[in-house]
């Protein structure tokens, strides 16, 4: 039902039941907010979005009062535009200024509301907070003097992702946000995947650099330089570089990676294509043992460590195929070391992921050799971007060129894995064409491409009847267990932690909004639909890998390399 209200002295039409931050925001007027998350229940906390509406003695947030008919609203009248600075100013009184410094800068919702609200001066001073660093989480590093106690990260923490990591501390002026007990990250119950950092509109929260270490390594001269990009970092590189993305850019980052210094550039699509085949290979020994368990894919290490952590009895389910990324590792410091004839800790090898979990999971002990790591250091597209302007590369001016063989390309499978229910479509799709010779038809994965937190599909494949089922954030969890309590049985089960896959990854550019996420899902099920190599079978880089170099190498002949074992984690907190 419309109705009509006054705003600003002028009408606008406004829906019953929706509040007054929505009906003035879909007529063109924009006021701030900092704690409001679009989809969460608001909650007024930072009264940044406060207007006049006459009759009432108080301004009211228009982020959760509904609106009424009767209602005349001044969105920007002197007393609120007042009530607004005195707010921002309420939060520089104890910030730090070292907006040069820090990783926000000029991306800080804090330092744009300032400047939009004209604050040149610190009016209101107060005891600063008390610097503190914490820099235990292989992920994530937290800055307590930078909170504003917005309350997203601990809202995203226990709604979305579900793991409740995150919660505000004490009371009055000396409530701040952390793990349980204040203890630092890592003797929490965080699975790394940092979400909490792309909700953080300060720099509170923020990544763990690894630039340095890469820095330092692309000056040793005695060691190799080896780098590895998933199918969605060239996307997202464009973007951050400033530049409008076409397949040609996969090739030009290539020759960025070079100029920086590095020797060798390879995709992780092709280890990707790698976890696809022996995903279908164990998912066909599972009918041919006749096994009535689930197989859970493991290829996102957040759900990885969320599983190991809280659902200890799904452990045996896991599959034991490492993560495409490690995969990779594994082929450069075997593989790569070979043909260099250098030991494998003369090689340094680099992954960009848009996943932060993938810092986590580098460290895993099952993720190295004889003490030596499949991946030596992870970045994320954000880090990588910073890195190609810190070496004073011309992205505009650069000469396209392949990546290095062995892995020098990938499938569109390969890159259909980043996004939600991707892996299962891939290793489903497969499996059918092993049994028929031919393509599947796209029409029969409708139901695990569209939305919903929990999604499901039968598929018959020779004799057998393959059930799947797709959990797309953490939240569809509780369906998948109340399902398979009520005796449902599934054949393959995939989870990611970000809602819609790595596309939402927090290693991506400062995004949350969902135009930006379909984008770049609408690029790859393009390049699924355009690519001439569709499945991991008909890539001749992959039947090179396994036909031949693979099986000449004794190191990974058996292919026991490419797996991994996973253990319950009993967490302090």
């Known amino acids: 039902m419309l109705f009509t209200i006054q705003v600003n002295n002028k009408k606008i039409k406004a829906e019953k039941g929706e509040t007054i931050l929505s009906a003035l925001n879909r007529n063109g007027i924009i006021i701030p907010t900092l704690c409001r ?9 930072c009264r940044m979005c406060v207007v006049e509406v006459e009759g009432r003695e108080r301004l009211v947030t228009a982020c959760s009062q509904p609106v009424e008919e009767w209602m005349k609203i001044k969105t920007h009248s002197p007393r609120v535009i007042t009530a607004r600075k005195t707010n921002v100013e309420l939060l520089l009184s ?15 919702e804090l330092q744009r509301l300032s400047e939009e609200l004209n604050i040149r001066e610190r009016r209101i001073r107060a005891k600063k907070i008390k610097p503190r660093l914490d820099q235990s989480s292989p992920a994530i590093v937290r800055e307590l ?42 003797f929490s119950s965080c699975i790394h995947c940092g979400q909490c950092v792309l909700v953080c509109p300060t720099g509170a929260l923020h990544e763990k650099h690894n630039i340095s270490e890469v820095q330092e390594n692309l000056n040793n001269p005695d060691i190799i330089k080896v780098i590895q990009y998933s ?28 100029k920086i210094g590095f020797d060798k550039v390879f995709t992780t699509g092709t280890g990707t294509d790698i976890c696809i085949t022996e995903l279908a290979a164990q998912l066909k020994e599972k009918f041919d043992n006749k096994s009535d368990t689930p197989l859970f894919i493991s290829a996102c290490p957040a759900w990885v460590k969320f599983a190991e952590q809280f659902m200890p009895s799904v452990i045996p389910q896991l599959s034991t195929v490492k993560s495409p990324q490690q995969i990779t590792g594994v082929l450069i410091k075997t593989l790569v070391a070979g043909e260099a004839e250098v030991k494998p800790e003369k090689i340094f090898s680099v992954s960009v992921s848009p996943c932060m ?9 099952g993720m190295m050799r004889k003490g030596i790591s499949d991946v030596d250091s992870v970045m994320t597209v954000r880090e990588l971007g910073r890195l190609i302007r810190l070496y004073g590369i ?3 001016n650069v000469e396209p060129e392949p990546a290095d063989d062995p892995m020098a390309g990938r499938s569109s499978s390969a890159a259909l894995a980043e996004v939600s229910s991707g892996m299962t479509e891939a290793v489903i799709r497969l499996l059918l064409y092993s049994d028929l010779n031919k393509d599947a038809d796209k029409q029969l994965f409708k139901k695990i491409r569209s939305g919903g937190s929990f999604r499901e599909a039968a598929f018959l494949i020779g004799q057998n009847e393959v059930t799947t089922v797709v959990v797309d954030g953490l939240t569809g969890l509780e369906k998948l267990k109340s399902s398979i309590a009520s005796g449902k049985k599934y054949d393959l089960v995939e989870v990611m932690t970000c809602p819609g896959g790595c596309i939402n990854g927090a290693g991506l550019s400062f995004s949350t909004s969902k135009n930006d ?9 393009q390049a699924d639909e355009s690519d001439a190599i569709n499945l991991p079978c008909k890539s001749p880089v992959l039947r090179n890998l396994y036909d031949k170099l693979i099986k000449e190498n004794k190191e990974i002949s058996d292919k026991k390399i490419f797996y991994t074992h996973f253990e319950q984690r009993k967490v302090l907190l």
């Open 231 to 258: 199918p969605l970092v060239t996307t997202d590189i464009a973007d951050e570089l400033g530049i409008k993305y076409n397949r040609e850019f996969d090739r030009i980052l290539n020759s960025i990676l070079r």
């Open 37 to 45: 998350m679009k989809d969460f229940t608001p909650t007024g906390a």
């Open 517 to 525: 996420i379909k984008s770049r899902a609408k690029t790859i099920w």
């Open 145 to 186: 003097s930078k909170c504003i106690l917005c309350g997203r990260c601990v809202r995203v923490c226990e709604e979305v992702i579900t793991s409740t990591s995150l919660d505000f501390i004490n009371r009055g002026s000396l409530t701040h946000v952390g793990p349980a007990m204040d203890r630092d990250f890592n």
């Open 94 to 108: 104890n910030h730090p200024d070292d907006c040069l410094y820090c990783d926000k800068n000029l991306n800080c």
């Open 394 to 396: 011309d992205v505009t």
């Open 357 to 365: 979990a993938m810092k986590f999971e580098a460290r895993r002990d």
